[in-house]
C-alpha cells in the first residue's frame, strides 16, 4: 500500500526546481498544497497514473474500482499508436455494492485473469482507486498471485484518487514503471546513440512529428515513456545513453532515480517552437557526444545536427511565410501551466505572434524567468487563474484570442473570443517543425475566421443593446481557481 | 416479454454505463441558477465534467468537495461546508445540488445531518435550497441517477397550493435531449398548457450563447417555478424511469399523473397529442395535423430501407425502449440489445432477450446486424465489424449539435427516419458497388 512516506517522497520530488526554491518565502508549494472544496477543478491522483500510463499500448489497463472512475473517462484520451489498441478497451471491475462490502480482492484476481484469457495482453497494470484503497483490498498481494498464475506481468498502481493531484499521480504511475518494469530486460544490441523520451504521450500523434529527425540523425529513442510504448521497450530503457524529458515535469522522478540507479543523465527539453526544437536536438546531440569516447564521432554528430536543423528551418520559414504575414503583431493571452507557458510563448514569437500576457501557474521561478525574458517588459503575468480573471484579462489587453486547455475552451468561445486548444485532448499534433506549420495554421484559421464579425454584430432590430460591453461587467463571477493539468 | 441476462463475468470491458453521480449531474444542470456539487474527491468531478462539455460542447459548471485520504477518515463534514460556503460566496447560485459518490457512499457519510447541522451554523445558507441526492458509483447507472435527484428535487421544493388547471408538470428523464425538450414545450404549449419541465435541459443546455459570464447555469427552471409544481393539475412524466417522481408528487399533492414511454413514431406522437387535447379541451393544432401528413409520407419513403433490417442496439433502459418501439413500428427487426440498469420495461420489451452489460457483450452479440445505435464508444466497434453507427446517447463526442438533436414529435421522429434511413441506404448503395464493382 502507498503510506503518507510516498506521497511525501513524490512532492518533495529533490529533481524538481519546485523544490530547489526553499528560501523562505521563496518555497513553492504548488506541489504540496491542497485541493480547496468548492474551488478545485482539475483531476486526481488515479486520473493522472491513468495518463501517464494508458499510452501503452499493447498492456491491459484495469482499473479496480466503481463504475465512476473507468466508466466515465474510458477511451477520452488522445494519445495514439502506430500498432496496438489494447490500450484503447476500457477495463474495469466495476464494483456493486456486495463488493464493497465483502472486498474486491477476488474479483480483481478473477478480472486479471478473464483478460488474461480473451485478450493475452503483454502486461495488465492496476490501478486502485479510492474505494478500493478505503475497502483495504490488498491489491500488490492480488498482482502478485495473479502475475504467478498467467505467466504474464501485472503491475499494480497504488494512486488512488484522494491522495492528491493528477501531477501527483504521475509520479506515482512513473514509480509504478521503476519499481515493476524497467530493468527487467535487455535491449537485442545497445547503441552510443540510445536515448529515452520520458513525458511524451504522443498527443494527437505529436511524436511522430519528431521521431524522423532523431533517426535522420542516427539517434535511436530505445525507449519511449509512454506515447506508442510496446512493454518490452520500457522493460529495457535502462540501457539508454541519456533520458530527455519533454516538456513536463510530471516523470521527473523517473529521470531522476534512472540517472540515481542506472547512470543515465538526463536533461529537460521542449519540442514547441522552432528555438525549443532546435535546442533540444542540440543539447541532445551534445550530451550524447560527451559520452562518445571517439571525439570525431562526437563532431560528426554535432555536425550532423546542426546540417538537419538549417535544412528543417530553411524548410519551415518558406512554408510558414504567409501565414507569419497575416500573424504578426496579433496579441493573445495564454493559459497554460509549467514548462508550456514559456515553451509555447516562444513558438508564438517565431511566429510574430506577440503574447500578452501568460499564467505561470506551476512555473518553477526558473519557468519564470524565461517567460519574463520572453514576455517582456508589457507582458503580465498571471499567478492565480480562473474563467472571470482569464476574460477580464482578454479584455484589459485588448487581445485577440486566447490560447489555453480545452477545459477553458467554452468560457472563450461562449465570449466570442478565438481559441486555440493546446492541451491533452485536442486532435492537432503541434510538436516539432511539423507541428509548427500546423500550429500556424490553426492560429490563422482560428483568427481570421469569417464568423468573429457575424457573431458579434448584434441583430439589426437589436442596434442599440451593445451587449458585447456588458460582458466583461459581471463582477459577481466565479473566482475559484480552474485547474488545467498539463 | 424480453428475458434479462446478466453474463458472469468479473471485469467490465468498454463500459456502456455511467456513474449515478453523473446522471444526477445532468439533471440538477436543468435547473437555473444550479451549480452541481460532487462530494467525493476531485476526479470524480473532473470525468463527470469532461464528459458533458465533450458531448454538448458547453461550459459546465461542477463542483467538488475535494475528499483528500485524510479528510475520508476523518469525515467529509468539514469539506462539505467549506465547499457550500465557498460556492454561495463565490458562484453565488440560487440553488445546489449535492450529490455522493462511491467514495463517501463507503466511508458512509450522513449527509442528510450534515446538511441540517451546516444549516444550523451557517443562517446565510438559508435561502438556498440544497438538493441531496444520493448517488453511489457502485449501484445503478447515469439514468438512476437522473431519476434520483429529479426525484429529490421534487420531493423539497414544490409546495401546496391552489390548483391552476392550465399548469401541467412535464417530469423528462435522462433519455431526453434538451433539442427533444424544446420540442415538447413547443406541442405542449400549442395546447394552451403551461408547462413546468423538472428539470429544463431544453433551456440550459441547448447551446445559446448567453450575454454575460455566468458561474452558474444560466438558464433552466427556476426555484420560483418549481416551487409552483404542487400547484400544476397533472404531471407527463416522459420516460418509465420518471414514473417514481411522478408517484411522489401524487402523494405529496394529489396531482394525478401518466407516463409516456416514448414520444417517437407515428402512434406514441398520436397517443401523446390525443392526451394533451383531451387535458387541455383544445382540439390537435392545425401545424401538427399537417407534421402528421408528412410523417406519413416520410414513412412511406423510408420503409423500403427498415423493412427485415436487423438492428442491434447499446442503450439505456428508457433509450433502449423508444428506440426498439419505434424500429419495429418501421418493420426492423431487433437482433441485440445491451442495457446499462435494471428497469421494469426490461422485461416488457417485445424481443427475446436483453443483456445488463458492457460492450463487450455487445460486440459479441451484434455480429450479423444491418446497423449498431449507441453513444461514441461503439464507434470502434461499428469500425471492427464493418457494420454502420447511428449515435444516440451519451456520450457522443464525435458528432456535432448533440446538445439541439432531436428524436420526439412528429419532427424529431422524421428527423430520426431520415438518419437512419440514410445510413441503410448508403449501406445499401456500397453494397451493389461491390457486387458490381468489377463490371
Not at chain 2, 160 to 170: H, K, P
Request: glycine share 8%; hydrophobic share 40%.
Amino acid at each position: 500500500m502507498n503510506t503518507q512516506k510516498k506521497v511525501n517522497e513524490l512532492l518533495n520530488e529533490s529533481g524538481c526546481e519546485h523544490n530547489q526554491q526553499k528560501k523562505g518565502e521563496k518555497k513553492n508549494k504548488s506541489c504540496t498544497q491542497q485541493a480547496q472544496p468548492g474551488a478545485a477543478q482539475g483531476g486526481c491522483a488515479f486520473d493522472g497514473a491513468m495518463i501517464a500510463l494508458v499510452p501503452i499500448t499493447d498492456a491491459a489497463h484495469l482499473v479496480h474500482g466503481p463504475i465512476a472512475c473507468a466508466g466515465n473517462s474510458w477511451g477520452s484520451r488522445g494519445s495514439l499508436s502506430s500498432g496496438p489498441q489494447l490500450y484503447k478497451m476500457g477495463f474495469t471491475t466495476d464494483m456493486t455494492e456486495n463488493d464493497v462490502i465483502f472486498g474486491g480482492e477476488k474479483k480483481l484476481y478473477k478480472a486479471i485473469l478473464e483478460i488474461h484469457q480473451r485478450y493475452n495482453p503483454t502486461a495488465v497494470f492496476v490501478y486502485a482507486t479510492c474505494v478500493t484503497a478505503l475497502i483495504g483490498d490488498d491489491i500488490n498481494a492480488v498482482c502478485k498471485a495473479a502475475a504467478e498464475k498467467i505467466g504474464t506481468p501485472v503491475v499494480p498502481v497504488i494512486a488512488p484518487g484522494f491522495i492528491g493531484s493528477k501531477n501527483l499521480g504521475n509520479r506515482f504511475g512513473g514509480e509504478a514503471l521503476l519499481d515493476y518494469v524497467v530493468g527487467t530486460a535487455e535491449p537485442e544490441f545497445t547503441t552510443p546513440y540510445d536515448i529515452n523520451l520520458i513525458g511524451e504521450y504522443n498527443i494527437a500523434g505529436e511524436m511522430w512529428g519528431v521521431l524522423p529527425l532523431f533517426e535522420k540523425l542516427g539517434i535511436r529513442v530505445l525507449s519511449k515513456i509512454t506515447g506508442d510504448a510496446r512493454y518490452e521497450e520500457i522493460r529495457y530503457a535502462h540501457r539508454a545513453k541519456l533520458n530527455v524529458m519533454i516538456c513536463s515535469r510530471a516523470l521527473l522522478n523517473m529521470a531522476r532515480k534512472m540517472e540515481e540507479q542506472y547512470g543515465i543523465p538526463y536533461i529537460e527539453e521542449s519540442f514547441y517552437g522552432i528555438d525549443d526544437i532546435n535546442r533540444c536536438l542540440r543539447n541532445v546531440a551534445a550530451k550524447l557526444g560527451e559520452s562518445l569516447r571517439d571525439s570525431s564521432a562526437s563532431r560528426d554528430l554535432q555536425e550532423r545536427t546542426e546540417k538537419l536543423i538549417a535544412e528543417e528551418t530553411a524548410a519551415l520559414d518558406i512554408a510558414l511565410a504567409p501565414y507569419r504575414a497575416r500573424l504578426k503583431g496579433k496579441r493573445v493571452v495564454l493559459y497554460t501551466g509549467g514548462v508550456k507557458s514559456w515553451s509555447i510563448i516562444s513558438a508564438a514569437k517565431d511566429l510574430g505572434i506577440e503574447v500578452v500576457a501568460t499564467s505561470t501557474r506551476k512555473s518553477t521561478e526558473e519557468d519564470k524567468a524565461k517567460i519574463k525574458r520572453l514576455l517582456g517588459t508589457e507582458g503580465m503575468m498571471l499567478e492565480k487563474g480562473n474563467a472571470q480573471e482569464l476574460l477580464r484579462l482578454v479584455k484589459d489587453t485588448n487581445a485577440d484570442m486566447l490560447i489555453a486547455g480545452g477545459r477553458n475552451q467554452y468560457t472563450a468561445l461562449k465570449a466570442r473570443i478565438p481559441f486555440l486548444d493546446i492541451n491533452q485532448e485536442r486532435h492537432h499534433p503541434y510538436a516539432g517543425y511539423v507541428g509548427m506549420l500546423e500550429m500556424a495554421r490553426e492560429l490563422y484559421e482560428a483568427l481570421y475566421s469569417p464568423i468573429w464579425d457575424q457573431i458579434r454584430k448584434p441583430a439589426p432590430w437589436d442596434e442599440e443593446a451593445g451587449t458585447l460591453n456588458n460582458f466583461m461587467s459581471a463582477d459577481e463571477m466565479f473566482s475559484a481557481s480552474i485547474e488545467e493539468v498539463f | 416479454m424480453a428475458i434479462v441476462t446478466v453474463p458472469e463475468k468479473s471485469v467490465a470491458v468498454n463500459p456502456l454505463k455511467q456513474s449515478q453521480a453523473l446522471g444526477a449531474s445532468l439533471a440538477f444542470l436543468g435547473l437555473k441558477g444550479m451549480i452541481p456539487l460532487f462530494h467525493g474527491s476531485q476526479g470524480c468531478t473532473a470525468f463527470a465534467k469532461v464528459v458533458l462539455v465533450r458531448h454538448f460542447r458547453e461550459a459546465i459548471p461542477l463542483a467538488t468537495t475535494a475528499m483528500t485520504e485524510v479528510t475520508t477518515i476523518l469525515g467529509g463534514e468539514e469539506n462539505v461546508e467549506q465547499a457550500l460556503l465557498t460556492l454561495v460566496e463565490k458562484a453565488k447560485p440560487e440553488i445546489i445540488g449535492l450529490c455522493t459518490t462511491g467514495l463517501t457512499e463507503t466511508r458512509g457519510d450522513d449527509i442528510e445531518r450534515f446538511l441540517k447541522d451546516i444549516r444550523d451554523r451557517h443562517r446565510e445558507l438559508d435561502h438556498i435550497p440544497v438538493i441531496f441526492a444520493p448517488t453511489p458509483d457502485f449501484k445503478g447507472a447515469l439514468q438512476d441517477g437522473f431519476a434520483t435527484a429529479v426525484e429529490s428535487i421534487v420531493k423539497e421544493i414544490p409546495q401546496a397550493g391552489g390548483i391552476r388547471s392550465e399548469q401541467v408538470t412535464i417530469l423528462a428523464g435522462s433519455a431526453f435531449t434538451p433539442g427533444d425538450l424544446q420540442e415538447i414545450k413547443e406541442i405542449v404549449t400549442a395546447f394552451g398548457l403551461e408547462p413546468i419541465f423538472v428539470p429544463d435541459l431544453g433551456a440550459s443546455l441547448d447551446g445559446h450563447l448567453e450575454d454575460n459570464y455566468t458561474p452558474v447555469t444560466g438558464s433552466g427552471t427556476s426555484v420560483k417555478q418549481l416551487r409552483q409544481v404542487g400547484c400544476s393539475a397533472f404531471t407527463i412524466a416522459l420516460g418509465e424511469s420518471m414514473r417514481g417522481a411522478a408517484k411522489i408528487l401524487d402523494e405529496r399533492f394529489n396531482i394525478p399523473y401518466e407516463v409516456f414511454g416514448e414520444l417517437t413514431g407515428l402512434e406514441a406522437v398520436d397517443e401523446f397529442l390525443q392526451a394533451l387535447s383531451i387535458l387541455s379541451s383544445n382540439p390537435v393544432p392545425e401545424k401538427y395535423r399537417r407534421q402528421r401528413r408528412q410523417l406519413q409520407d416520410a414513412m412511406l419513403d423510408t420503409h423500403f430501407y427498415f423493412g427485415a433490417k436487423r438492428v442491434s442496439l447499446a442503450l439505456e433502459p428508457d433509450l433502449l425502449w423508444g428506440t426498439v418501439r419505434f424500429l419495429q413500428s418501421m418493420g426492423t427487426q431487433i437482433h441485440a440489445a445491451v442495457t446499462t440498469t435494471r428497469s421494469p420495461l426490461l422485461e416488457k420489451l417485445p424481443i427475446k432477450s436483453v443483456t445488463i452489460g458492457d460492450l463487450e457483450d455487445f460486440e459479441e452479440l451484434a455480429v450479423g446486424s444491418d446497423l449498431l445505435i449507441g453513444n461514441s464508444n461503439v464507434g470502434a466497434i461499428a469500425k471492427r465489424l464493418s457494420i454502420p453507427l447511428y449515435r444516440l446517447g451519451l456520450p457522443i463526442y464525435d458528432r456535432l449539435g448533440n446538445g439541439l438533436f432531436t428524436k420526439v414529435g412528429y419532427r424529431g421522429t422524421m428527423e430520426l427516419l431520415f438518419g437512419i434511413g440514410n445510413l441503410f441506404l448508403e449501406a445499401e448503395e456500397e453494397r451493389v458497388k461491390h457486387f458490381f464493382g468489377d463490371v
